[in-house]
């Protein structure tokens, strides 16, 4: 747990038997995927299907539509959640991460912009989303950003942070912390 950050406590229980098919459908494919239906699920898109409707192809482009490795894709993904204090967040991208055999050290809760375990790109990378989550970007470290990077990758790399970023105030307000799904990874095999 990162210092100075709060326990999660629920603030919505859980709706296990949705009323949708949608939510329903989507809690199973968490459940083969995961081991289990994920919080979010369970809180938020049973009680507002229609957004689950409206993110699945969110879901889609964060999982499949980036053309960044998955090494960095995931280290940027924990790292700005972790920044937010997101553990669901943080969980959910190092259990995926890990399951895609991304070495743990870049997954890291305590993984920064300075880490010897980054290469160059993922430094730059990696600095450039603390930087947006701190609520400046200098000229400094957008020129190293860009000397990594082509412009696409840096259009994908700000949309993965604002994505994320957007995950993460979703769960944390309503106090959906950690499903222990890093550690299920590692218990399981991975389910295409």
Not at 11 to 16: G, K, M, N, S, T
Not at 88 to 104: I, K, L, M, Q, S
Request: charged share 25%; aromatic share 8%; glycine share 6%.
């Amino acid at each position: 747990m990162i210092a100075n950050q709060p326990e999660h406590r629920l603030r919505l229980a859980p709706i296990d038997r949705p009323r949708s098919w949608l939510v329903r459908l989507f809690n199973w494919l968490t459940r083969r995927q995961f081991g289990k239906a994920i919080m979010p699920a369970r809180v938020i898109y049973a009680r507002f299907p229609t957004l689950l409707w409206r993110m699945l192809p969110m879901y889609h482009l964060f999982d499949r539509g980036l053309s960044l490795e998955p090494a960095l894709r995931h280290a940027i993904e924990v790292r700005v959640s972790v920044l937010h204090g997101c553990t669901f967040c943080e969980d959910v991208h190092r259990a995926v991460g890990r399951r895609e055999r991304v070495p743990d050290e870049k997954l890291a809760p305590g993984a920064s912009s300075t880490d010897a375990c980054f290469d160059a790109r993922e430094r730059a990378a990696l600095a450039y989303v603390e930087a947006i989550a701190g609520g400046m970007v200098s000229d400094e470290i957008f020129g190293a950003l860009r000397a990594c990077f082509e412009e696409r990758e840096i259009i994908e790399i700000t949309w993965l942070q604002a994505f994320t970023t957007y995950l993460n105030r979703l769960a944390v307000p309503l106090g959906i912390g950690s499903d222990g799904l890093c550690e299920l990874a590692t218990a399981r095999p991975v389910a295409h």
